[in-house]
């Protein structure tokens, strides 16, 4: 996105700080996207063309000779906050963070496979959908460390409590899921490991399940993944494979293997393809495969994009059925 206005701002004290005022340059930016989706035929599509407009709001300062930097972004006509994080840069001993749904740890490789546009289980499911895909302390509610050593980016997560946006002065979440999590994830590009091309990480992540950890057996849930990508001229190719394991006696573990082709066609025309499988380990049943299969194709012009998928899953949540989504959307950055 193109920055549109920046302007000198006046860090008051007790927001960034509660001594001296400092000074802090705010970036605003946004897009707006139309789009026409098309549900499966067992759904009701209704009217199929939406609009979405972003709003991002940027600040970064120098407090106490430490690098303090603020995002948030709003969607639908300031409906609400979408994500926001608030990080200080340390130098050498890193950047910590606290977040609210920007994207943290374990989170920012849930699905690394290649693509021209969405992902290939986008707009299936639900909202809540989130089949084969890790993340123990999620990215809500949780703070966040990044550094990186000899080339290898590590970026950890913690959470205490429920993965939720609390406003300040307030506290969210109860129930089965209010426990502890944490969770890290490792990225490297193959130049330091001495393969030119490659983009390779691998994450692993705990969450007590609160209430149930006394009352079920092995009440921990553990994430792990890995994931490879390889570039050459204009295509690239990436595998990962993730596992899920359900903490407590009789829960349903997950294991999906996920792969995709990404090609730049030239230099505004991009396409791609990918299939998923999340295979349901039912303890003393059969285990159930989940299908995902999506093809995208994109189209920049300058600041606009025109870019449409085509997803399907098969078998959805390994608990039978069908559903599949189409979507052609046109975005203008500003």
Known sequence: MNNIKKVGLTALAGSLAAI???????????????????????????????????????????????????????????????????????????????????????ATIDDKTPTAAEEIWDGLGGATYTSGRVGAAGSSGVFNYIKEIAGVKINAAYRTGAGTSSSDGASGGSGADNGNAFDVALTTDGETVGMPGFQVGAGYGEADKGSQKDSRPGGDDEHMTVFANYSYGPATFGAQVSNIDKGGVGSVDQEARRWGLAVNVNESLSVSYGESQVTYMHPGAVHVDEDTDGLAVAYTMGSMKIAGNRNHVQ????????????????????
Do not use: C
């Open 20 to 106: 001296s005022a400092n000074a802090a340059e705010m970036s605003v930016s946004g897009a707006s996207v139309l789009t026409y989706t098309s549900e499966h035929t067992t759904e009701a599509t209704g009217n199929p063309f939406g609009m979405k407009t972003n709003i991002g709001f940027t600040a970064s300062g120098e407090v106490n000779g430490y690098t303090v930097s603020y995002m948030q972004t709003s969607a639908d006509q300031f409906a609400g906050m979408s994500s926001a994080r608030l990080s200080v840069d340390m130098g050498d001993l890193g950047l910590i963070a606290f977040d609210q749904g920007s994207g943290s740890g374990l």
């Open 315 to 334: 078998n959805i949540s390994g608990a039978g059925g069908s559903d599949s989504m189409t979507e052609i959307a046109l975005s203008f950055a500003f």
